[in-house]
């Protein structure tokens, strides 16, 4: 099977069919969006066709950008763009294979096929009958579609995996963010294309090499003491970023059965079972920036890879990730700086996906979709971002009061109990409908007009403060009333009420609210 001429991608068309298509079908206006058995496959194939065309087709300048946007390539065009790369993404081949290792590694230990997926359990975790929740038996063969997009999916994620198992160019388990249209009827073109970015924005060397870009093609570049070492953009092309290969993997096509996929099911004359693999593979180090990613920068250090959060994306990470804080931590990933600098921008969305990973094990998968506003100057968008930013300075001082005094008021010694994630969680979940309301105000917003800010500023600090108390009353009433003292519930209230109103995360706003307003806050 070939990835790249093969039917491969599974997708649903406008009026709801579902079919397999090949890659260079993309530019078809009834193809509408891609299906997947799993989400993390699916965000996976997105990145992969990205990368794709960012690699063969990616249009020079933003005027090349707009000409497809307008009017998508046919189907000749993108054959002819994939043509000298369709050698690379040969699934089952003795030569160099997609995401593979040049080498076959048949004297190498073989693993069960469904440790491809992340979530499953560690050799060590099953000989030790641990996997209480990620069973193993679940999984035990795959389609040749469903084992190509796991052993992608796994390339680009990988966490930490013992003793010499190498971690994504991104680190384990990165964030990864891609802008989408917001009418509900654009294509899978427009989906892909709205994160393609031009060759002069990105401004990388011309490509002399294919292996510098798509590792496999040539000699794996190992960390043993008898490989290179680590590999830096310096070593490779920037590109690389979209196809890195940290794992030393080869699918066996040596041994396989008859059957349904366990993943699909779909009945296969190939059904993997097992994988080769060895550790020591490509170690990725130095200044990597994957475009689809977000960064925190610190002159003293490497970039850091903002990686998938606990308890999930939501607003109090959307300035970092929409447009970037002000300390570049974290700075905004490459393709949403890009969007952020055209004129006549486009009505889009943020959709924010990863794994919340300890170590080698996924605990969770966590999809979101923000908005994404288009703030016509450079000048508007930076007090857009001020504005959002106090909003959300706002945000966390309550959270953060909200768990001190819930646990004021169940707790003698408060002091001496660890902190409950969920309390503070409860308000910025209840509170981010109204925070997103907030941001369409204040994209409308003349900021030269300081006194057009009063009063969504006024709502927003009478917001914060009506889900903070509401919440307060809420947490309280759940402790068991043998445990209520009624005197440390009315003065930890009491005390919440008064640094709801004092606390110096609310001054800015309530200046602005009290100077244009009669009616002060």
Known sequence: MNTLCDPFLDVRTRDGDECRIRAVDVWRPDIYDLISPRPDFRAALFQYLIGVLQLSFAPAKLSDWKKYWDAPPTEAQLKAAFEPYLHAFELDTDKPAFMQDVDLLSDSEASPIAALLIESPGENTTKKNLDHFVHRGAVNGMCPTCAATA????QINAPSGGAGHRVSVRGGGPLTTLLMPRNPAATLWQKLWLNVIPKDWLGYPELADLSSVLPWMGPTRTSDPKGVGDTTPENVHPLQAYWSTPRRIRLDFANVQTGHCDLCGQHSETLLTQYRTRNYGTNYNGHWVHPLT?????????????????GGIGYRHWLGLAIGSDDAKPKAARVVEHMNSKQGKLPVKLWCFGYDMDNMKARCWYDSTLPFHNIESEWQLRHFAKAARLAIDVA???????????????FNRPGDVASDAAVPLSFWQQSEPHFYALLEQLSQVDFDNEAMLAEPYQRWLRDTRKHALGLFDQWVQTAPIEDTNMRRVIQARADLVKWLHASKAMKPLRDIVNTHLKEAV
């Not at 052993?151 to 796994?154: A, C, K, R």
């Not at 610190?298 to 606990?310: A, V």
């Not at 009061?401 to 008021?409: H, M, R």
């Open 151 to 154: 052993l992608f999916t796994l």
């Open 294 to 310: 977000p960064y925190s920068f610190d002159p003293k250090t490497l970039p850091l890879s903002i990686k998938g959060q606990k």
């Open 396 to 410: 966390s001082e309550s959270a953060s009061l909200l768990g001190k005094y819930v646990k004021a008021a169940r």
